[in-house]
C-alpha cells in the first residue's frame, strides 16, 4: 500500500521555526520527485517546494530563503524546514511524489501520483 505521512505541523509565532517530515512507503523512494503543497481556506493549493530525484530543488518565490527542503533515501523521508515563519504561511501542508519527477511544472499538483493527509501548520502574529 502507497503512503506518504507528513508529520511536525504545529502552533507557531511569526519569526519562529517548524520542520514538517514526509515518510513515504510502498513505492520506490529514490524514483519519485517529492512536493510540498499548502492550502488554507478559501485559496487554491500552492506549490511550496520540490526536490527531484536528482536531488535539485524548486521554491515558490514567497519562500525562497526561509524554507529549506531535503531528502533522506534512507530513511525514504523528505523534510521541509521554515525559517521565519509568517502568519500568511498558515496552511494545511501536504506532501506529494511524482515518479520520475524533474521539477518540470514541479508546482502544478496535477502531475502528481500520491499524496498524503496533510498537517496543520499555524502562524499567530
Known amino acids: 500500500e502507497v503512503q506518504l505521512v507528513e508529520s511536525g505541523g504545529d502552533l507557531v509565532q511569526a519569526g519562529g521555526s517548524l520542520q514538517l517530515s514526509c515518510t513515504a512507503s510502498?513505492?520506490?523512494?529514490?524514483?519519485?520527485?517529492i512536493a510540498w503543497f499548502r492550502q488554507s481556506p478559501g485559496k487554491e493549493r500552492e506549490g511550496v517546494s520540490c526536490?527531484?530525484?536528482?536531488?535539485?530543488?524548486y521554491y515558490a518565490d514567497s519562500v525562497k530563503g526561509r524554507f529549506t527542503i531535503s531528502s533522506d533515501s534512507a530513511k525514504n523521508t523528505v523534510y521541509l524546514q521554515m525559517n521565519s515563519l509568517k502568519p500568511e504561511d498558515t496552511a494545511v501542508y501536504y506532501c506529494?511524489?511524482?515518479?520520475?519527477?524533474?521539477?518540470?511544472?514541479?508546482?502544478?499538483?496535477?502531475?502528481?501520483?500520491?499524496w498524503g493527509q496533510g498537517t496543520q501548520v499555524t502562524v499567530s502574529s
Open positions: 506529494a511524489a511524482e515518479i520520475l519527477g524533474d521539477g518540470t511544472y514541479w508546482y502544478d499538483d496535477r502531475r502528481y501520483d500520491y
Open positions: 510502498g513505492f520506490t523512494f529514490d524514483e519519485y520527485a
Open positions: 526536490i527531484t530525484t536528482n536531488g535539485n530543488t
